[in-house]
């Protein structure tokens, strides 16, 4: 006699078996056939044991004198873990974890858990992360600006959150990261396509590796800038980092939570962005045009007692860049500019900017393996306006100790310099450094 189902009963299990073909499907798309059928292998073998239990069950064992008779290499426990995700999700739910999906945002019948619903920084000014952003310190930053400047300059903008709090009426942003400034010229006139584009970008350890490997050249603007913010969200710490070849190499950063799809940040920098001058490359060539009453911010890798493991673009920043930026920022001071520079509270970047204005500003670090590494630190704020009189003064005629505190170690160390004059006279940067340092005679303002 064939036992009585009720029908509600079978309608229930049609629509079970159906929601888990749908969370299967689903899964497939997110994870890439790469990784799929070794997944599904697995899952297969442990609906094997999960069903030689239940079949031992129903002879009569008990749940754990099943599982023992098995002599499996897993724990009970893990077993037991396994029958329990099969009676609610089907194969789909002995689907290794790290296969799950981990994208926000996107309509699709897996229900997300509560784990990876997006999140947003309490105020979010960029729409990228970046080491060394001055979001944190705005609160100490913004009552030193100057009143009144003509321009604004940030020649290693970054993700410029000092431009988008200042809100200046003109701005020149540059850096030496041509993905960076691309993606800043796709976001200020493209915003919508790359909306879209980046609609398209799934939170998977697969996908992000597959965009990774990508070459940036191949590829359309739209795409090579949704490229880029997405593997700057989804990467360890948002850390920028690229090796001796100029290839991005920041691992997987696993944040189930970090959102890509942050619309309406872009959409707001989009319209702050509008009527802005965008440049690529050496700071000193950002800046040749800067003229009296301008202001220009420079932010660059900071100074360290040891070479950084970072390195932000293929040509890093070592000491000498440091030098030669020191040495730019006399020239904009004679010029009539107001110049700020961020670096390290180390002693050779007080000796280079000797008879400014120095500022100790305390920050946190944001990017360490160990978060008990994240500790507060100090930083210095370097500024050629507000400075007392009798402290310029004081330094005015002071000879340098060092007598090459502004110039290259020696020749052979000179990088290639591209592009037409840096400085008022139209030299080189290596020529005006050195008039600059005869016209002078070693003297310091």
């Given at each position: 006699?064939?036992?009585?189902?009720?029908?509600?009963?079978?309608v229930?299990?049609?629509?079970?078996?159906?929601k888990?073909?749908?969370r299967?499907?689903?899964?497939?798309?997110?994870?890439?056939?790469?990784?799929?059928?070794?997944?599904?292998?697995?899952?297969?073998?442990?609906?094997?044991?999960?069903?030689?239990?239940r079949?031992?069950?129903?002879?009569?064992c008990?749940?754990?004198?099943?599982?023992?008779?098995?002599n499996?290499?897993?724990?009970?426990?893990?077993?037991?873990?396994?029958?329990?995700?099969y009676?609610?999700s089907?194969l789909?739910?002995?689907?290794?974890?790290?296969?799950?999906?981990t994208?926000?945002?996107?309509?699709d019948?897996?229900?997300?858990?509560?784990?990876?619903?997006?999140?947003?920084?309490?105020?979010?000014?960029s729409?990228?992360?970046?080491?060394?952003?001055k979001?944190?310190i705005?609160?100490?930053l913004?009552?030193?600006?100057?009143?009144?400047?003509?321009?604004?300059?940030?020649?290693?903008?970054?993700?410029g959150?000092?431009?988008?709090?200042?809100?200046?009426?003109?701005?020149?942003l540059?850096?030496?990261?041509?993905?960076?400034?691309?993606?800043?010229?796709i976001?200020?006139d493209?915003?919508?396509s790359?909306?879209?584009?980046?609609?398209?970008?799934?939170?998977?350890?697969?996908?992000?590796h597959?965009?990774?490997a990508?070459v940036?050249?191949?590829?359309?603007?739209?795409?090579?800038?949704a490229r880029?913010?997405?593997?700057?969200k989804?990467?360890?710490?948002g850390?920028?980092?690229?090796?001796?070849?100029?290839?991005?190499?920041?691992?997987?950063?696993?944040?189930?939570?970090?959102?890509?799809?942050?619309?309406?940040?872009?959409?707001r920098?989009?319209?702050q962005?509008?009527?802005?001058?965008?440049?690529c490359?050496?700071?000193a060539?950002a800046?040749?045009?800067?003229?009296?009453?301008?202001?220009?911010?420079?932010?660059?890798?900071?100074?360290?007692?040891?070479?950084?493991?970072?390195?932000?673009?293929q040509?890093?920043?070592?000491?000498?860049?440091?030098?030669?930026?020191?040495?730019?920022?006399?020239?904009?001071?004679?010029?009539?500019?107001?110049?700020m520079?961020?670096?390290?509270n180390?002693?050779?970047?007080?000796?280079l900017?000797?008879?400014?204005?120095?500022?100790?500003?305390?920050?946190?670090?944001?990017v360490?393996?160990?978060?008990?590494?994240?500790?507060?630190w100090?930083?210095?704020?370097?500024?050629?306006?507000?400075?007392p009189?009798?402290?310029?003064?004081r330094?005015?005629d002071r000879?340098?100790h060092d007598?090459?505190?502004?110039?290259?170690?020696?020749?052979?160390?000179?990088?290639?310099?591209?592009?037409?004059?840096?400085?008022?006279?139209?030299?080189?940067?290596?020529?005006?450094?050195?008039?600059?340092a005869?016209?002078?005679?070693?003297?310091?303002?």
């Amino acid at each position: 006699m064939v036992p009585y189902v009720p029908v509600t009963r079978l309608v229930e299990d049609d629509a079970l078996a159906t929601k888990n073909l749908e969370r299967l499907e689903a899964l497939r798309r997110q994870i890439g056939e790469a990784s799929w059928q070794a997944r599904i292998a697995r899952a297969r073998e442990r609906e094997a044991i999960v069903q030689e239990v239940r079949r031992r069950m129903v002879e009569g064992c008990s749940q754990a004198e099943a599982i023992r008779g098995l002599n499996a290499k897993f724990t009970e426990q893990t077993i037991s873990r396994w029958l329990a995700q099969y009676a609610t999700s089907g194969l789909s739910g002995l689907i290794d974890s790290t296969g799950r999906l981990t994208t926000v945002g996107q309509k699709d019948p897996i229900a997300k858990p509560r784990s990876v619903a997006p999140r947003k920084t309490r105020s979010a000014l960029s729409f990228i992360k970046w080491v060394g952003s001055k979001q944190s310190i705005l609160p100490q930053l913004m009552p030193r600006m100057p009143r009144n400047f003509g321009r604004y300059f940030e020649p290693m903008v970054g993700s410029g959150v000092l431009f988008l709090s200042l809100r200046p009426k003109q701005a020149i942003l540059a850096d030496e990261n041509p993905e960076l400034v691309l993606c800043y010229q796709i976001v200020r006139d493209h915003v919508e396509s790359l909306i879209r584009a980046l609609g398209q970008h799934r939170n998977t350890s697969d996908h992000f590796h597959r965009l990774r490997a990508q070459v940036p050249s191949t590829l359309d603007p739209v795409e090579r800038a949704a490229r880029f913010i997405f593997l700057n969200k989804t990467c360890y710490n948002g850390l920028y980092r690229v090796n001796r070849d100029g290839h991005f190499n920041v691992p997987y950063g696993r944040d189930a939570r970090a959102n890509f799809l942050d619309f309406d940040t872009l959409r707001r920098v989009s319209a702050q962005l509008q009527g802005v001058q965008l440049r690529c490359g050496d700071f000193a060539e950002a800046c040749q045009d800067a003229a009296s009453g301008d202001l220009l911010y420079f932010d660059p890798p900071y100074l360290g007692t040891s070479p950084s493991s970072i390195r932000y673009s293929q040509q890093g920043f070592p000491e000498l860049a440091h030098r030669r930026l020191a040495t730019l920022v006399r020239e904009l001071d004679r010029r009539g500019c107001l110049v700020m520079v961020s670096n390290s509270n180390q002693p050779l970047v007080r000796k280079l900017y000797l008879g400014y204005r120095i500022d100790v500003i305390q920050l946190r670090r944001t990017v360490n393996a160990n978060a008990a590494g994240r500790a507060g630190w100090d930083e210095l704020l370097i500024r050629n306006f507000d400075v007392p009189a009798d402290h310029r003064k004081r330094h005015k005629d002071r000879p340098p100790h060092d007598r090459q505190l502004f110039l290259p170690l020696c020749s052979e160390q000179l990088p290639e310099v591209s592009g037409g004059a840096v400085y008022g006279d139209g030299s080189t940067p290596l020529q005006g450094a050195q008039s600059l340092a005869d016209r002078r005679q070693g003297q310091i303002p």
